[in-house]
């Protein structure tokens, strides 16, 4: 990872605290009046998608009532939900948006979440075997995990997981991996598994039995309206979600680099192990400002929707300690997503010819792999690539 | 508690024409709401799921809070004003000598406050209004701003009333010894009082610093020739600043038959406290002396350095705490188990209600409000007495 020295970690400590510190001064009737307005917007949108969907034997009715579901559960779940359980909310002293009530429209319990991703997520970012988000115990996207066959297939498990992504996220907290080496056992899981099944029954319930029960002689188009609203969101949120640590340039960290860590060194892991995709203001809504993961996870219950405005100021913190601020647009950072699964799932040494720009170290051995080699690795390696900066 | 039992108690006005009370009859019943209220919108109470969008259209219809019209505003002192409200039909009613909350948004902040009622329970049974009356808290984070926001027209956030019943019994003498602004639980028991034309002996004995300073001077006036056996001292006890006329005992032996009459106190502590001995040193039994603790102002302590009295109601443990460590360890090291994450201000996983008190957050330097609101126990201190929901 990138190096800071002690005093250097202190200074950026201060310089990100002050930033903070304005930030938190200044919160007030416009932050309010902002999230009421997405509230209202989400609102309109899930009542207009419900209201429109038993029409959805009429297929541009069937589009618009599910698209409507779709963005209506995106802006929940990011804007809304996963923002308000940061606490960003909290000093409105406002029941409804109450970091330790809210619950939020996705199978994931709000209790669970807030144990692995507002904890354990945003404490240890990307330290290898702390940060469970790290690739979700499904995918090797570094090597200091060993290499096993079963990598190989891991792009699959990529996909799943877009598809499934609440389900995923749902049962994250199983600890499946764990489990299954006798780390946990299941009986220690009894709760975890009791308020999944609880609420996972909610949203199943919700959308393919009770509002298609309640149109019935449509309850089909409803059923797949709503599946469709479900996976607009999954992919979305995945993809949005991977964005922010999976890219190319983004830092993961080891158990050790970490011990006894300064406040500083804190934010030096959250600046270097995030990452941004930039866009349009839309784009930025829909994302839940998860397109600035870097001011995210410096400022976490900071309102998101400030992100974009203190960017600028973060960026010339970066500069200033000689730290990458690993922004690019979403199709761009997307792609290097794809091509760092791709990269770990092969073994080490394939994966270090066929993709030298994840070798650690020096630049020097890339350049002068990728000049003298010649071949046929090499030759895959350059058409994977082309392919990969074609599909960006 | 309290609050459930005052529910019980209210009067339930308008509850059989409501919508509400049609559904409790002939619709599923409370529980079925409430079940279908979490599986379609993950909340207790699945009106609030619709408050967003009801709010925008008519603001009567906001469900979280009970919402009240502002008929009028009538300025009593220089620092009070009395604001006349049309609460929705479903508030329950009160009792006289209740309270209530006002629940208003300043600035993107909730806040809720409470305030006597300051009018009889019948004006709210006849024509659905009711009076509160507010004085300015120097220094004070809601009042200033509440007595210089609102006009008639807009609509505040009410609570259900709350607080012992105080209706007057038919018969029994009375003495009430009041100040400041602790003369509003008062107004609604004597006008309550006038409306059952009750003809007890009733002495009021009102302090206040000045003549302007009098509050529900007109509504005294009304009441004493409503109520013929009303005997009104007014006392300006700082009216001639080199003869201050504070509470003394020359205050209680002009009362007829002081031992015999029920005794009721409302004003600032000190008053209150001042008030209590004097009774009990004239020989009136502790068990006729009844009281409202009406804190003036923020009704906490507030010191210059961190430190002070910890208060944990759940379990109710008291520490001391000399301000050096954190709120989170000091629940600790009293044998609680909150619940906590990062320790370090991030993850909000130890974030737990505080009832009362102010708190430093140690990251920002930052002082809270003396409210009820949620804070991080990792890294705030406590700054005078604190209580927490823990």
Redesign the interface.
């Known amino acids: 990872m990138q190096k800071l020295s002690e005093e250097q970690l202190e200074n950026l400590a201060q310089d990100l ?1 002050a930033i ?2 304005e930030q ?2 200044d ?7 902002y999230i ?1 307005g997405i ?2 917007l989400h ?2 949108l899930e ?1 207009g998608g419900r209201a429109l969907m038993p029409l959805g034997f009429i297929p541009p009715f069937f589009l618009a009532g599910m698209t409507s579901l779709g963005i209506a559960k995106i802006l929940e779940n990011m804007e809304i939900g996963h923002n308000v ?3 960003q909310y ?7 948006l ?3 009530t809210y ?3 996705t199978i994931c319990t709000a209790d669970s979440w ?2 692995t991703h ?3 997520h ?2 240890y970012t990307n330290v290898i075997g702390k940060d469970r988000d790290y690739g979700y115990a499904v995918l090797r996207l570094e090597d200091e995990t060993p290499w096993k066959p079963m990598h190989l297939l891991q792009m699959i498990n990529f996909i799943n997981l877009s598809v499934f992504f609440q389900w995923g996220v749902g049962v994250h907290e199983l600890e499946f991996e764990k489990l299954r080496s006798g780390e946990v056992t299941l009986r220690e899981k009894a709760e975890f598994l009791r308020d999944f099944a609880r609420k996972g029954g ?1 949203q199943v ?2 959308d393919y039995a ?1 509002y298609p029960a309640l149109t019935l002689p449509v309850a089909p188009v409803v059923i797949a309206g709503n599946f469709g609203a479900n996976l607009i969101r999954n992919l979305w949120a995945s993809s949005v979600i991977f964005c922010g640590h999976f890219t190319e340039d983004a830092e993961s960290f080891t158990e050790e680099e970490c011990e006894n860590e300064s ?1 500083g060194h ?1 934010y030096l892991r959250q600046l270097t192990g995030s990452s941004n995709f930039t866009g349009l203001n839309w784009v930025y809504t829909l994302s839940g400002h998860l397109s600035h993961q870097i001011e995210h996870h410096v400022f ?2 900071i309102p998101a929707y400030r992100y974009r405005e203190i960017s600028p100021q973060v960026q010339a913190v970066c500069e200033k300690y000689g730290l990458h601020y690993n922004a690019d647009s979403f199709p761009r950072q997307y792609a290097t997503v794809l091509k760092r699964v791709t990269a770990f799932s092969l073994p080490d040494r394939m994966r270090e010819r066929l993709f030298p720009e994840f070798n650690e170290g020096d630049e020097q051995g890339k350049v002068a792999d990728r000049t003298t080699s010649t071949s046929l690795v090499s030759r895959l390696r350059n058409r994977v690539s082309s392919t990969l900066s074609v599909a960006a | 508690m309290q609050e459930s039992m005052n529910m019980e108690k209210g009067v339930d006005r308008g509850q059989g024409r409501s919508y509400r009370g049609v559904l409790a009859r002939v619709g599923p019943g409370r529980d079925t709401w409430r079940w279908l209220g ?3 919108f ?2 207790e109470n699945p009106a ?6 009801l709010e ?1 259209i008519n603001p009567l219809w906001a469900q ?1 809070y009970i919402p009240a019209r502002v008929e009028a505003i009538e300025a009593e002192t220089h620092d009070s004003k009395t604001l006349t409200l049309r609460p929705a039909r479903r508030w329950g009613g009160f009792r006289a000598g209740q309270h209530l909350n006002l629940e208003v ?1 300043k ?5 809720s406050r409470p305030f006597s009622l300051s009018c009889s329970p019948s004006h709210w049974e006849q024509d659905g209004t009711i009076t509160v009356t507010i004085k300015k808290v120097a220094d004070g984070e809601v009042t200033p701003w509440l007595l210089e926001h609102f006009e008639p027209g807009d609509v505040i956030g009410i609570s259900r009333a709350y607080g012992e019943d105080h209706t007057p019994e038919p018969g029994r003498p009375m003495l009430f010894i009041t100040g400041g602004s602790g003369i509003t639980p008062v107004l609604s028991q004597l006008e309550a009082m006038a409306d059952r034309h009750l003809r007890n002996p009733v002495t009021l004995l009102y302090f206040v610093r000045t003549d302007a300073d009098v509050i529900g001077g007109r509504k005294l006036e009304a009441l004493a020739e409503r109520l013929p056996n009303l005997e009104l001292r007014i006392v300006a006890a700082e009216q001639d600043p080199q003869n201050p006329d504070h509470l003394g005992p020359h205050h209680l032996q002009a009362v007829e038959g002081l031992t015999e009459r029920d005794c009721f106190l409302c004003g600032p502590p000190g008053l209150m406290k001042h008030a209590q001995n004097l009774l009990a040193d004239a020989g009136v039994p502790e068990e006729k002396v009844s009281s409202t603790l009406f804190a003036v102002g923020p009704g906490v302590v507030v010191t210059e350095d961190a430190g002070g009295t910890v208060h944990f109601s759940r379990s109710d443990i008291t520490v001391e705490s000399a301000g050096d460590r954190r709120l989170l360890e000091e629940a600790e090291s009293a044998g609680l188990n909150p619940r906590y ?2 320790r ?1 201000g ?4 130890c ?2 209600r505080k009832t009362s008190g102010i708190v430093i957050n140690q ?2 330097g ?1 002082p809270s409000g003396y ?4 804070i ?1 126990l990792c890294i705030n201190v406590p700054q005078g007495a604190v209580e927490l929901d823990l």
Do not use: V
């Open positions: 605290d903070r510190n938190m001064a919160l007030g009737q416009k932050d309010a009046d009421r509230i209202r609102r309109t009542f359980m940061h606490g909290d000093w409105m002293n406002d029941p409804e109450n970091s330790q619950e939020w429209d807030k144990r507002n904890y354990e945003h404490t909610r319930f919700k009770f406040r804190w976490p219950d | 979490q599986q379609l993950n909340r609030m799921y619709f408050d967003p969008l925008s979280r948004e600035d993107g902040r909730w806040y994450g990062c370090m991030i993850c909000h996983q974030s737990c990251q920002t930052q409210g009820e609101e949620t991080q």
